[in-house]
């Protein structure tokens, strides 16, 4: 993959170079660092709610929009899972293969440089879809993408969402918080295994709101 091969998206250049250097960062790393796959409390809550499936892992489809630095989908395939990870900076691919290589998880993961949005997904055809961090930079397409996703969840399959709410600095252009109201409205009928809201002082005078939820499809669509 070439430097150059870099994506346009909705988000502003600006924002995407910042996130960049972080994975530029991390492909500095030596393996071991890389090979450590810390997870986050939404996949930890997945984790949790999967137990009461009696499926296999092996047998489980997961798709992650914006893997960013790919401790998610290389945590996911670690277990069996197939998973289908996507981000648009050469950066994030890069240092998602790289721990996929160096967690020799090469046979479960396809990891591509893609745009989180613009490009169809068939329907319930995911048993996990994992969108965090990544669809409120969609702006006025987080809410449909997000109906886009659900859609995609196979009957039973587990959607995972964590985004920002209020409150939150200012931003140009502004981020589209998804709210606790339009995430429950849109997860009508789902069974909801985690769901919560937080606040964390990232540094001083900038407190930030977030939101996350494992929601669990119903296993008859009507
Ligand atoms: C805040 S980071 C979150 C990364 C990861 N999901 C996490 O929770 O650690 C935002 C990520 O979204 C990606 N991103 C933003 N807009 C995107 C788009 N339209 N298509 C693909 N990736 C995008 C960025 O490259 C970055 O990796």
Redesign the pocket.
């Known amino acids: 993959m070439a430097k150059d091969d870099k994506?346009s998206?909705?988000?502003p250049e600006k924002w995407?170079a910042g996130?960049?250097k972080i994975?530029q960062k991390m492909l500095g790393a030596p393996d071991e660092e890389l090979a450590e796959v810390e997870v986050g409390h939404p996949i930890q809550s997945l984790h949790h709610a999967m137990r009461i499936t009696e499926v296999e892992p092996e047998e489980l489809r997961v798709l992650e929009?914006?893997?960013?630095?790919g401790?998610?989908a290389c945590s996911m395939a670690k277990l069996g899972m197939k998973v289908k990870a996507?981000?648009?900076?050469v950066n994030?691919v890069a240092v998602t293969q790289r721990r996929m290589r160096i967690l020799s998880l090469s046979d479960n993961m396809d990891v591509s440089l893609?745009?989180?949005?613009g490009w169809s997904i068939e329907l319930e055809s995911y048993d996990i879809v994992i969108a965090?961090?990544?669809l409120q930079?969609?702006f006025d397409r987080a809410i449909p993408r997000f109906r886009e996703l659900l859609a995609a969840v196979k009957p039973g399959g587990f959607i995972v969402y964590?985004g920002n709410i209020l409150p939150h600095f200012e931003t140009d252009p502004s981020i589209r918080f998804i709210t606790e109201a339009e995430l429950r409205e849109e997860l009508v009928g789902w069974t909801f295994h985690s769901f919560g809201t937080d606040q964390v002082l990232q540094k001083p005078n900038d407190l930030r709101g977030y939101i996350w939820v494992v929601a669990r499809k119903p296993q008859e669509t009507e």
Not at 65 to 69: E, F, K, M, Q, V
Not at 86 to 89: E, F, Q, R, S, Y
């Open positions: 994506l998206v909705a988000a995407m996130w960049d994975y929009l914006a893997c960013g630095d401790s998610v996507v981000d648009a900076l994030a893609m745009d989180i949005d965090l961090q990544c930079y969609l964590s």
